[in-house]
């Protein structure tokens, strides 16, 4: 035998050895077939196929490590589940357990269109959903105390309100609450300052919304209270109401000559006349001394909501008002002029 031919055998020899020294060996405790794969699982996570990985690794570092071999079925049959573990840092995968309850995400049932379905925490929806009941009405119904019911509305069949102050606040509660909020004006209320509006701390505010009406300048600053036309008329007011000092309306004021000149000076201001208070003749004008005391501001109120919603009010005398409200607080009648519109006085 030549050298090369040694030189071969040598080779092949030392290959053989290699290999058998390897440790390679048949597993016997089943096959890939007999177990459930991570990605054939419905529902497995990557975490739970990291697992999964994480302990056949483990497995196989034993059988290398000693000297028998990991059975990890039950009998190695294929098909049969894995054997759990007690000591696995997470459960092994059932098909058939039951759904899992997430804390946090149980909810109270809501009403139709309330949250979109979207799952809430238990204190928020106890503040804000509604138990359904099977045998309750369709429509539901409020139980208010007598003295409470007073305040909240007018009926035909009611008794006479115990006073004028009574009757008109809870006219303007239910008359003008009952509009839905697209329906509500806004209100470019003008001192007897020309150009000069009020802040939303002031007393005039709050009558506007009192009125059932939303004032425009109620995000202007104190700073900010000195307005120019071109302003006015981007609000596009659906009311305008502007106050005048005695000599125009008052109690000693008999002529309305003053008031007209005044109204027709506004409607003649620069880009006045497409707004829609001046298109719809909703241009109020209010005597100063209709801030001086309780019954005469509520007096005002009832003359702005007429202004701004007369189907509603149609049925209220607006001097007739004046009249109730002053003869119960002052006890005299009043003397003057208090108020002017140009569409009721003509």
């Not at 497409?274 to 909703?282: L, P, S």
Request: aromatic letters at 4%.
């Amino acid at each position: 035998m030549g050298m090369k031919s040694k030189a071969v055998l040598l080779m092949l020899w030392a290959l053989c050895l290699l290999l058998l020294l390897s440790g390679c060996r048949t597993r016997t405790g089943g096959s890939d077939q007999g177990r459930i794969l991570p990605d054939a699982a419905e529902g497995v996570t990557d975490d739970a196929r990291q697992g999964e990985s994480a302990s056949q690794d483990s497995a196989d570092a034993a059988a290398l490590e000693g000297d028998e071999d990991i059975d990890t079925g039950d009998g190695g049959e294929p098909g049969s589940q894995t054997r759990e573990n007690p000591d696995a840092p997470r459960k092994e995968y059932d098909e058939s357990a039951p759904a899992e309850i997430i804390p946090g995400t149980d909810r109270l049932l809501h009403g139709e269109g309330d949250g979109d379905g979207l799952s809430a925490a238990n204190e928020e929806a106890a503040q804000s959903a509604s138990q359904l009941n099977e045998r309750a009405e369709e429509t539901a119904v409020q139980t208010i105390e007598a003295q409470e019911a007073e305040q909240m509305g007018v009926s035909d069949d009611a008794e006479a309100a115990d006073s004028a102050m009574t009757y008109f606040t809870v006219l303007l509660q239910d008359r003008m609450g009952s509009l839905f909020e697209c329906q509500r004006l806004n209100v470019y209320w003008e001192t007897a300052q020309d150009h000069v509006t009020i802040h939303k701390t002031s007393l005039e505010h709050t009558m506007i919304l009192n009125a059932g009406l939303y004032d425009v300048s109620a995000r202007l600053l104190p700073e900010n209270l000195l307005v120019d036309d071109g302003w006015v008329a981007r609000k596009n007011p659906g009311v305008i109401v502007k106050l005048v000092d005695g000599s125009v309306l008052g109690g000693g004021v008999d002529s309305t000559s003053a008031a007209r000149a005044v109204e027709e000076g506004l409607r003649s201001r620069e880009g006045w006349a497409a707004i829609d208070a001046v298109k719809n003749n909703r241009v109020l004008l209010l005597s100063e001394e209709l801030l001086e005391a309780p019954h005469l501001q509520t007096a005002a109120m009832v003359m702005i909501a007429r202004t701004a919603s007369p189907a509603l009010l149609s049925d209220v005398d607006l001097d007739e008002a004046l009249q109730m409200l002053m003869e119960e607080a002052a006890g005299t009648f009043p003397t003057g002029i208090y108020y002017y519109r140009k569409e009721e006085r003509a």
